[in-house]
């Protein structure tokens, strides 16, 4: 049977080509909202981290009606770091629409979802978003996608996919670079036209591959998926199993059961196959298993997620100011909650170490670890973290490394300094072409050669760099890349930071913190140029006597301290050094707290 009242889409791109403002449109003009209606910008980006950094974390799905069509649409993250939620939410879907900056072009993440898209079979819609930029290249761009299909293997049939030409913030899209469109309609005809309607059978016996969970405080862990074969009903007897996973396949009973439309959810009674539904009742039920008929169990496989290429050590607070912010502060709280984590991110691992007070994370990268570490901070988890390091493998005796492919958009002045940090950092020039008055570069470089890069880079561009990169393949150790050059400037005793103190220790080195800010002995409280390590005492206050020399009682001005994010922290920090995490502080520490035991250690001592 085809199912021609619905076709299921995902929107996939780069990080900030316009998806998500895309996604609004296509609501508004699908009639999703009353013409009176105020709604807010990127209202998919429902998540309060999504909307301050102003990027899509998790994927979503929505939906919107034309002509008699619904349209399951899912939006999904940009950043490399979060693909994984990219590449199981492929299985959902007939289609994809492929979104490219009209003036960036394609991109890494570009480059990596579409290879997945590939890889499943899926028709393709070209979308050339933000025809309205006044640097915008239109026909170079389309050329360039062209080329990247080329270079993946995609299909004659995908090679001969419908470009359209979009501006998602003014919700229009037209099939010509030259013609200026008035309305979405096009888009929503490519759809029906171009991605096929499901071919399911609505009479075998049901099959549902749950693709994601959500959670909810009344009704539990939430199953979402696409139905492939039969159809599922309210209060049916369902057998839950895994093709990956040799457990024992377990009985359920269907509770609820809704379908997504446009921003709410509609319950229903039924759902045949082809249709994307939600489904909860399932205690344990978790992405990758089906949902099948009681009657005759078959499992369905699940796509393989890539593995995480960075970890770090998660571990209890154990500083001097321990306890004193956090609603949860140990290892058995910390424990639960990461597990609980993993039921809904597939790309994350978490492993015991001997310690069990510490947790070894590993995820895709930086940024998908900092994220984590936010999300469990604003949920009032009080707990510390290490440097992130590179997950090594061996092959064959021989140890290999996660290697990124990196782009960056430079400004043409800073183009020498560019490529002078990356040769340090073993990366090895694969491509460079000029775009307007910039270049573009792009580089295989090991993936702990970028660990605190990103900041320097913002330094040599003076601000006007892009850079991004995606997991590319393991290659064989490049061999020693040299840390950071600067060294830290450690609070020498207990107590609180005062103007005079701030104000002789910002002579040696740039601040973290200002006057009033409490600090303990082995706090990190600022960065010397020097490489070397510094003992400072911020606590220091000026002497009272009666004593008075000419120029002694001028104010004191203080430069005002730089105060680290928790990425500029992790992109900080040295391996003999952890980040304290509470829900009000982020605080930078020594893993060695006392001054007399680390220069011990230093000289070889016990």
Same mark, same amino acid.
Not at 38 to 45: I, N, P, Q, S
């Given at each position: =049977?085809?199912?021609?009242?619905? +076709? ?46 102003? $990027? ?16 399951? #649409? ?53 979308? #050339? ?26 299909? !004659? ?50 099959? =549902? ?7 909810? !405080? ?18 049916? &007897? ?15 009973? #269907?509770?609820?059961?809704?379908? #997504? ?73 910390? +424990? ?59 092959? *064959?005796?021989?140890?290999? &490394? ?34 307007? *008055?910039?270049?573009?570069? &792009? ?9 605190? %890069? ?5 330094? !040599? ?18 061999? &020693? ?18 103007? %005079? ?11 973290? $913190? ?49 105060? =680290?994010? $928790? ?13 304290? $995490? ?25």
């Amino acid at each position: =049977m085809v199912r021609n009242d619905l +076709r299921n889409i995902a929107i996939i791109a780069h990080v900030d080509h316009g998806k998500t403002t895309l996604v609004d449109q296509m609501l508004k003009q699908g009639g999703a909202f009353r013409k009176n209606q105020v709604v807010e910008e990127r209202v998919m980006d429902s998540n309060d981290l999504e909307r301050e950094r102003g $990027i899509t974390i998790l994927a979503k799905n929505t939906s919107v009606h034309y002509k008699d069509t619904k349209i399951n #649409i899912v939006d999904t993250p940009g950043h490399a770091d979060f693909s994984g939620e990219v590449e199981r939410i492929l299985k959902m879907v007939d289609g994809v629409i492929l979104l490219v900056d009209a003036f960036e072009g394609p991109m890494p993440q570009t480059r990596f979802v579409l290879e997945k898209a590939l890889e499943f079979g899926h028709k393709i819609i070209i979308v #050339i978003n933000k025809i309205d930029r006044p640097d915008a290249r239109l026909s170079d761009v389309g050329d360039e996608v062209l080329e990247l299909l080329l270079t993946l293997d995609a299909s !004659d049939e995908q090679l001969d996919s419908p470009i359209l030409y979009c501006s998602g913030r003014d919700g229009t899209a037209s099939l010509s670079p030259n013609l200026p469109g008035e309305d979405l309609t096009p888009l929503f005809e490519t759809i029906l036209n171009h991605i096929p309607a499901p071919h399911v059978d609505t009479e075998g016996d049901l099959q =549902m591959l749950v693709s994601s969970i959500d959670y909810n !405080d009344y009704v539990g862990r939430i199953a979402i998926g696409r139905v492939e074969r039969g159809t599922i009903h309210l209060g049916q &007897e369902v057998t839950v199993c895994n093709y990956n996973k040799h457990s024992d396949p377990y009985k359920a009973k #269907i509770a609820s059961m809704y379908t #997504i439309d446009s921003l709410g959810h509609t319950p229903v009674e039924d759902i045949s196959a082809g249709d994307i539904v939600c489904v909860s009742g399932i205690e344990n039920v978790t992405i990758g298993d089906t949902l099948c008929a009681t009657e005759n169990p078959k499992p369905l496989p699940f796509v393989k997620i890539s593995e995480p290429t960075v970890e770090m050590y998660f571990s209890v607070n154990d500083s001097p100011f321990a306890g004193r912010e956090g609603k949860y502060v140990t290892s058995r709280q910390l +424990r639960e909650r990461l597990h609980r984590e993993l039921l809904k991110d597939v790309s994350l691992r978490v492993h015991e170490t001997e310690n069990t007070d510490t947790f070894r994370v590993a995820g895709r990268g930086e940024m998908h670890l900092s994220i984590l570490i936010e999300t469990l901070r604003r949920e009032g988890y009080e707990f510390q973290v290490g440097a992130p390091r590179a997950l090594y493998k061996v092959i *064959d005796g021989k140890r290999y &490394e996660p290697i990124e492919r990196m782009v960056a958009d430079v400004p043409a002045d800073a183009l020498g300094s560019v490529m002078e940090k990356m040769g340090a950092r073993k990366g090895e020039l694969q491509h460079m072409a000029p775009q307007g *008055d910039r270049m573009r570069v &792009e580089f295989l470089v090991p993936a702990r050669g970028l660990f605190g %890069y990103k900041n320097e880079f913002l330094t !040599d561009t003076k601000g006007e760099g892009i850079l991004s990169s995606v997991f590319y393949d393991y290659q064989p150790y490049k061999g &020693e890349i040299s840390k950071r050059s600067t060294g830290s400037l450690i609070a020498f005793e207990t107590g609180t930071a005062v103007a %005079y103190g701030l104000f002789n220790a910002q002579e040696r080195g740039q601040l973290f $913190i200002g006057a009033g800010t409490e600090v303990y002995e082995g706090m990190i409280v600022g960065v010397s140029p020097k490489n070397e390590d510094m003992a400072v005492n911020v606590c220091k206050k000026k002497q009272l006597t009666n004593m008075r020399a000419s120029g002694s009682d001028d104010a004191l001005r203080l430069v005002p301290p730089r105060i =680290m994010s $928790i990425e500029e922290a992790m992109e900080f920090i040295g391996e003999d050094e952890l980040i304290e $995490i509470t829900p009000k502080s982020v605080r930078m520490r020594k893993a060695i707290l006392s001054n007399t035991e680390r220069m011990k250690k230093a000289k070889g001592g016990k």
